[in-house]
C-alpha cells in the first residue's frame, strides 16, 4: 500500500493541495470554497451550485456543457453546498480519465483543468448578473429540491432534529436554504455575492491522481488564478459556537402519513476534531452504533427485532452525535428505552477490552478503506483545513490505535442527551 | 491457475474453477489498502420456481426468501458473524438483487482470516426456528421502511406495470405476508440447491500475493463435502414482449409527483454477442439522449417538464431487461407523454460518425473511472462472467463497435407495445 503524500502550496489566491497516487484510473480536482454559515446567504449559495452547473459563457447551456465533458472521455463534473459545523462549503468536483490509461491521447488533463477554471471564474452571465432565464428556472429546481426533502423520511427527520435542538445555532440553517428567499432573490444580487464569494471565501483546491507533482503544479498554477481579498467580516471571526443546550432533554413528535416511525436523538458531545479527545470520541461512537457489531445495532435489532437498521454518527466539527432507527409506531417507548439504556451502559463504563479493541480496529480499517476513494481520501484531507488543525489521516489512525478505555468513559461523561425526535404514524398516540 | 494480464489498464486477474465446481477470480492490487472480498450466488428473487436438489419435482417458494436467507446466514447457534468479522477489523454486508445473493467484506488487515471467515460462514448455514421468527420483525420494518420511499416505490412499480409473469415484478423484500409464511425448511431448501460451489464465484481484490490466497481458498474447499450436483432447473413462466400494462398509478403522500417511462428491452434469454452488443449500445444511445447533453433532454428540459432529479437507467440481465427514465415532475403526464413521444422517434433517426465517436468515448471514460472500486469491478466481473463475457474486455469491445452497428440497433430498439408508464401522485 501506498503512503498517503500531500503537497500544500500557498498560490495564486488559494491553498493547493497536490495528492499524487497511483491507486486510481483517473485525476481529480476539487476545489473547496467555505465560509460561516449565515441566514443571510444561506440561500444564495444553495443556490449557486445550481447555475454553475447549467454551464460557463463559452458553454453557454447545460447541453453544452456536458458535450465538453462527454469529449473529455465523460469526465464528470459535480457541484454542491454542504454544512461542517458553523461552516457551509460550496465543493466543485471534476472527475477525468488519467490520459496514461488511453492510448494516442494527451490533451485530456489540460482541458479538463480549463474547463474547471472556465465554470468557477467564468459564469454565464449577461452584464452583472447571472443569464436571467437560467436564473428563473434553477430557482425552481432549488425549489422542487427542498421540497423533496419531505419525502425522504430519514433525511426529513434529521433536518427537524436538528431544527429543535439547534434552535437559533447557525448549525440549525438549512442547507438547502429557505423558499421564501426564493422570490426576493434577482440576477444582480446573486452575481454580485457571487463575486464576493469568490474574494472572500477561503479556497482550497485539491489535485488526487497519478501525476508528476512539477507538471502538475506548473498546469494549474499557469491556469487557474485568483483575485483574493481578505473578508472584511463574516469569514474566520467566529471563535466559540453558541450551543443551545437545554437544562434537560426536549422531546418533540410529530406525525405524517407514513408506514415507519423514526425515532432520532440528538446529544451534545462537547468536543469537536480539534479537541485533543477526538480520537476517543470517535472509538465512543463506534463502540455506541458505528457498526453492526455496535451496541445499538445488537441491542435494538439483533436481542428485540425492533428495527432494521439502529445506529449513530458524530458531526465531528460541531459537536454533535445521533442515534437515529426506524421502527414500529407502536414500539417507540420500548425503542426508546433500549437506545437510551446503551448510551448509559457507556456512562457506567460496560466497555469490555474486546469492544474495544476490536472498535479501533474497525475505525482504522474504515479511515484506510476511505482512502481508497479519491474523494474519501480528499474529505479526509479537507477534516484538517475546516478544523484548522494538522493532524494528517496516518497521525489520526495512530491516536486511535492509542485509545485507553478511561478515555472513553471520560469523553462519555461529557455527552449529554438534548433532544428526542419522534416522526410517527397519524393512527393513534404512541404507547406508553 | 489461470493468469490474464491487460495491457490496455494495467491489470491482472487470476482464475480457477475448483474440483467442485467453485469459480475463484482473484485481482492483486498492491497499490491499495484494502481488499475486498465477495462470495455469490447465481441466484436472486426471480428463483423463486425450481426442482431441489436431489428431487424430481418443482416447487414455488414464498416471495421475499433469497432476501431472507441472505439475512440468516449471518446468524450461527452460538453467535453472530457480524462479531466474527468485527473481532478481525472487516467491515461486512450483504445484499440481494433480482438475481445474485452476495457476501462480502473489507478489511486492511487479518485479510486471510477474513476469506476464511466469509467462505465458512456462507457455507455453514444454522437455521432454527425460533431464529426464523426472530429475524420476520426485522425484515418487517425493512419492508415498512421501502413502503415510505417514494423512490423505490416507484421503481418497483415502474417493473411490475412492464413484467406480466416474470418474477422480477416481485418486491425482492417479499411482502410482510409472505415472509411470515417462511420456515427453516424452506430456507434449507433453498440453500442446498442454490449455494452449491457450482452455483457460486468468488471474487478477491486487494492487497494479497495471488499464489498464497489460491491455495488457501483450495485448502479450505477441499476439506469439505458436498453433493455430486446437475444443473440447477429453474422455472420462468412465458413472458410477452409487450408491457403488461400501458399505466399504473400509485397513491401515496408525496410533496412532489414523480413519474417514470419504462421500456421492456427483454424478455427472453439473449445470446451471449447479441447481449453484449445490447448491453453496450442500450446505455451508449440512452447516454446520448438523455444525458445532459442529450437532444431530448434539452427539450423536456425547455419545456419545463423535468428538474435536477430526472435520470434513467437501464438493466439486461439473464432473462429480462428494462429501461428506466423518469423523475419528479409537476406534470406527470405531460412528461409521460413527452417522454414516449420522443422515444418513438429514434427508429427514423440516424446517429452521425462524430457523435458516435464522442458516445464511445464516454462509455470508456465511465468504465475507467468505475475501475477506481474494488466493489465495483468485483461485482461487474461476476455479473458479466455469469452471462459469458469478460469485464476487462469491454473497453475494446466498444472501441470495436460500427456505426452500422449503433444505426441499426437504432432502428429496431423502440416500438410503443414496449412502452410501461408508472406515475407517484399524492392526491
Redesign the interface.
Known amino acids: 500500500?501506498?503512503a498517503i503524500k500531500e503537497d500544500v502550496l500557498d498560490v495564486n489566491g488559494y491553498n493547493l493541495h497536490l495528492v499524487p497516487?497511483?491507486?486510481?484510473?483517473?485525476i481529480n480536482i476539487v476545489a473547496k470554497f467555505k465560509a460561516t454559515l449565515n441566514r443571510e446567504t444561506i440561500t444564495k449559495r444553495a443556490l449557486i451550485p445550481?447555475l454553475l452547473k447549467q454551464g460557463p459563457k463559452n458553454h453557454p447551456?447545460?447541453?453544452?456543457?456536458?458535450?465538453q465533458?462527454?469529449?473529455?472521455?465523460?469526465?464528470?463534473l459535480s457541484i454542491d453546498g454542504g454544512k461542517k459545523g458553523e461552516n457551509h462549503i460550496i465543493s466543485l468536483r471534476l472527475?477525468?480519465?488519467?490520459q496514461k490509461?488511453?492510448?494516442n491521447e494527451s490533451g485530456i488533463l489540460e482541458g479538463a483543468v480549463e474547463l474547471f477554471n472556465d465554470v468557477i471564474f467564468h459564469p454565464n452571465t449577461s452584464g452583472q448578473a447571472f443569464q436571467p432565464t437560467i436564473f428563473k428556472?434553477e430557482k425552481?429546481?432549488l425549489k422542487?429540491?427542498i421540497?423533496?426533502i419531505?419525502?425522504?423520511?430519514m433525511s426529513f427527520a434529521n433536518m427537524r432534529l436538528i431544527d429543535e435542538m439547534c434552535d437559533g445555532e447557525p448549525y440549525q440553517l438549512h442547507v438547502h436554504g429557505y423558499e421564501e428567499d426564493l422570490d426576493s432573490m434577482t440576477p444582480e444580487d446573486t452575481y454580485a455575492y457571487y463575486q464576493e464569494l469568490l474574494q472572500q471565501d477561503e479556497l482550497d483546491i485539491f489535485v488526487l491522481g497519478d501525476f508528476d507533482i512539477e507538471e502538475m503544479k506548473q498546469l494549474i498554477t499557469s491556469k487557474i488564478k485568483r483575485d483574493e481579498k481578505q473578508a472584511t467580516n463574516h469569514n474566520d471571526n467566529v471563535t466559540e459556537a453558541d450551543n443551545n443546550s437545554k437544562e434537560k432533554p426536549q422531546e418533540v413528535i410529530e406525525k405524517?402519513?407514513?408506514?415507519?416511525a423514526k425515532l432520532h436523538i440528538g446529544y451534545r458531545t462537547n468536543i469537536t476534531y480539534q479537541d485533543e479527545e477526538y480520537p476517543a470520541l470517535q472509538v465512543f461512537n463506534g463502540i455506541l452504533g458505528g457498526?453492526?457489531?455496535s451496541k445499538l445495532?445488537?441491542n435494538v435489532?439483533?436481542k428485540n427485532?425492533?428495527?432494521?437498521?439502529a445506529s449513530s454518527k458524530l458531526e465531528s466539527h460541531k459537536g454533535l452525535l445521533l442515534v437515529f432507527s426506524?421502527?414500529?409506531p407502536a414500539d417507540y417507548q420500548k425503542a426508546r428505552e433500549i437506545m437510551e439504556l446503551q448510551m448509559s451502559a457507556m456512562k457506567n463504563g460496560e466497555i469490555s477490552n474486546?469492544e474495544l479493541s476490536?472498535?479501533k480496529?474497525?475505525i482504522?480499517?474504515?479511515l484506510?478503506?476511505t482512502?481508497?476513494?479519491?474523494q474519501g481520501m480528499i474529505e479526509l484531507l479537507y477534516q484538517q483545513v475546516i478544523a484548522k488543525k494538522d493532524l494528517k489521516p496516518s497521525e489520526l489512525i495512530e491516536k486511535i490505535k492509542a485509545v485507553q478505555v478511561e478515555e472513553v468513559t471520560e469523553v462519555a461523561s461529557r455527552i449529554e442527551e438534548d433532544t428526542v425526535y419522534l416522526l410517527t404514524s397519524e393512527g393513534g398516540e404512541p404507547s406508553e | 491457475m489461470s493468469r490474464k494480464t491487460y495491457d490496455?489498464?494495467?491489470e491482472t486477474v487470476y482464475l480457477e474453477r475448483l474440483d467442485n465446481g467453485l469459480t475463484v477470480f482473484l485481482l492483486p492490487?498492491?497499490?491499495?489498502?484494502?481488499t475486498y472480498g465477495i462470495f455469490s450466488t447465481n441466484y436472486g428473487s426471480i428463483d423463486q420456481t425450481f426442482v431441489p436438489i436431489g428431487n424430481n419435482e418443482k416447487i414455488t417458494v414464498p416471495e421475499g426468501i433469497a432476501h431472507f436467507l441472505e439475512h440468516k446466514l449471518f446468524e450461527k447457534e452460538d453467535r453472530?458473524v457480524?462479531?466474527d468479522?468485527?473481532?478481525?477489523?472487516?467491515?461486512?454486508n450483504a445484499y440481494t438483487s433480482f438475481t445474485k445473493t452476495a457476501y462480502l467484506f473489507?478489511?486492511?488487515?487479518h485479510i486471510e482470516d477474513n476469506v476464511k471467515t466469509l467462505i465458512d460462514f456462507v457455507q455453514d448455514p444454522y437455521f432454527s426456528e425460533q431464529s426464523v421468527e426472530?429475524?420476520?420483525?426485522?425484515?418487517?420494518?425493512?419492508i415498512?421502511?421501502y413502503?415510505?420511499?417514494?423512490d423505490w416505490q416507484s421503481f418497483m412499480g415502474t417493473i411490475k406495470t412492464m413484467f406480466k409473469n416474470h418474477p422480477v415484478n416481485v418486491d425482492i423484500a417479499g411482502t410482510v405476508e409472505s415472509i411470515n409464511s417462511i420456515t427453516k425448511d424452506d430456507l434449507y431448501t433453498c440453500y442446498n440447491t442454490f449455494y452449491h460451489p457450482e452455483n457460486m464465484i468468488l471474487f478477491i481484490a486487494g492487497?494479497f500475493d495471488p499464489e498464497n490466497m489460491m491455495s488457501l481458498v483450495k485448502e479450505n474447499q477441499a476439506a469439505k463435502e458436498f453433493e455430486k450436483m446437475n444443473e440447477i432447473v429453474r422455472d420462468f413462466p412465458d413472458e410477452p414482449e409487450q408491457v403488461g400494462m400501458k399505466e399504473n398509478k400509485i397513491v401515496m403522500?408525496?410533496?412532489?409527483s414523480k413519474c417514470t417511462v419504462g421500456i421492456k428491452e427483454a424478455n427472453k434469454e439473449l445470446d451471449r454477442d447479441e447481449f453484449l452488443k445490447r448491453d453496450l449500445l442500450q446505455d451508449m444511445l440512452l447516454n446520448f439522449y438523455f444525458?445532459?447533453?442529450?437532444q431530448f433532454?434539452?427539450e423536456l428540459?425547455d419545456d419545463?417538464l423535468i428538474?435536477?432529479?430526472f435520470y434513467f437507467e437501464m438493466n439486461l440481465d439473464r432473462n429480462f431487461g428494462y429501461t428506466l427514465i423518469g423523475g419528479?415532475s409537476d406534470n406527470p403526464d405531460q412528461l409521460a407523454n413527452k417522454i414516449k413521444e420522443l422515444l418513438m422517434t429514434t427508429n427514423s433517426e440516424t446517429i452521425q460518425e462524430e457523435d458516435f465517436e464522442?458516445?464511445k468515448?464516454?462509455?470508456?471514460?465511465?468504465l475507467?473511472?468505475s475501475?477506481?472500486?474494488?466493489e465495483f469491478i468485483a461485482s461487474k466481473h461476476i455479473h458479466y462472467h455469469t452471462l459469458g463475457i469478460d469485464f476487462f474486455d469491454l473497453i475494446p469491445e466498444i472501441q470495436s463497435l460500427t456505426i452500422d452497428d449503433v444505426n441499426h440497433y437504432l432502428k429496431h430498439w423502440i416500438s410503443e407495445e414496449k412502452l410501461a408508464v408508472c406515475k407517484i401522485v399524492a392526491e
Open positions: 500500500m501506498e497516487n497511483k491507486k486510481f484510473k483517473t445550481y447551456s447545460r447541453k453544452e456543457l456536458q458535450i465533458l462527454d469529449n473529455l472521455y465523460g469526465a464528470v472527475e477525468v480519465a488519467n490509461f488511453i492510448p428556472r425552481n429546481t422542487q429540491k421540497n423533496s419531505k419525502d425522504d423520511k405524517q402519513n407514513i408506514q415507519q457498526f453492526p457489531s445495532f445488537i435489532r439483533e427485532s425492533l428495527a432494521y437498521y426506524g421502527i414500529a474486546s476490536e472498535t480496529e474497525l482504522v480499517n474504515q484506510l478503506e482512502m481508497d476513494h479519491p | 490496455n489498464i494495467n492490487k498492491p497499490e491499495m489498502s484494502k453472530d457480524f462479531t468479522f468485527g473481532k478481525q477489523g472487516a467491515s461486512a473489507s478489511a486492511t488487515n426472530k429475524e420476520k420483525g426485522i425484515i418487517a420494518q425493512e415498512k421502511m413502503d415510505d420511499q417514494p492487497n403522500p408525496v410533496s412532489v444525458s445532459k447533453s442529450g433532454y434539452q428540459y419545463n428538474d435536477d432529479s419528479n464522442r458516445m468515448k464516454k462509455k470508456i471514460g465511465q475507467l473511472r475501475m477506481n472500486s474494488l
